[in-house]
């Protein structure tokens, strides 16, 4: 293919801790802002590995600062969310929701934003867990928010909505039956040669669709 005289192999790279740190401070620098050291770890840590992503978040920063200021920390937090986890909460919560078109969309994002199959699987084997945890409260007399509130951490409060809706979707033994979905999808993607992503995929798929199985009216 690289050899074709009618075609041209493009290299294409998530960004790195090196190359994400090299476009925080140049991007940034073409407005004349500078940014603290821990304005630029914290960045470092919650811009995604996809470049186009990133871009956008650190031109809504600039915008935010101004031309020719020094970006702080407090200036990063305000303005720059980690869209790694925003979108893994997003997966979490359509296939726990039922919604398998969401959460395979989702699915695609995380991994352009660096996420791995596994790291997929646990983060929706956690999510069951805490479902796991409430529902088990629930069937013992305890109100939905009663439960909820016991948690820890705590539901972040935008997903409090999703999540309190889907402990109408499941019982505690569907929800069983999805965590060992997790587990055994996640043994299968270490096993060496697997097709991780395809076993992720499908994972998610049975999950979104055992939610739709039947409702809890408490």
């Not at 960045?43 to 990133?54: K, T, V």
């Not at 929701?97 to 199959?117: I, K, W």
């Not at 629930?138 to 705590?154: E, F, N, S």
């Amino acid at each position: 293919f690289e050899s074709a005289a009618n075609a041209a192999a493009i290299a294409c790279f998530a960004d790195d801790a090196q190359t994400l740190d090299r476009l925080i401070h140049d991007t940034l620098a073409i407005r004349g802002i500078t940014v603290s050291h821990d304005a630029a770890a914290y960045l470092g840590a919650n811009l995604g590995a996809d470049r186009g992503i990133s871009r956008s978040e650190l031109e809504k920063l600039a915008l935010y600062a101004g031309e020719g200021a020094t970006v702080s920390l407090e200036d990063a937090m305000a303005s720059v969310g980690n869209s790694s986890a925003v979108s893994l909460d997003n997966l979490v919560m359509a296939a726990a929701g039922g919604d398998g078109f969401a959460a395979d969309q989702a699915l695609t994002r995380s991994y352009q934003e660096g996420a791995n199959p596994v790291s997929v699987l646990r983060a929706l084997g956690r999510h069951l867990t805490r479902l796991l945890l409430t529902r088990a409260k629930i069937d013992t007399g305890v109100t939905r928010d009663a439960a909820m509130k016991a948690l820890r951490p705590t539901v972040f409060y935008k997903l409090a909505p999703a999540f309190h809706a889907q402990l109408r979707k499941w019982t505690v033994r569907k929800l069983g039956i999805a965590s060992g979905l997790v587990l055994e999808a996640e043994r299968q993607c270490k096993q060496t040669g697997a097709p991780a992503h395809a076993l992720c995929g499908r994972a998610i798929l049975q999950i979104s669709r055992l939610a739709m199985r039947g409702a809890q009216r408490r």
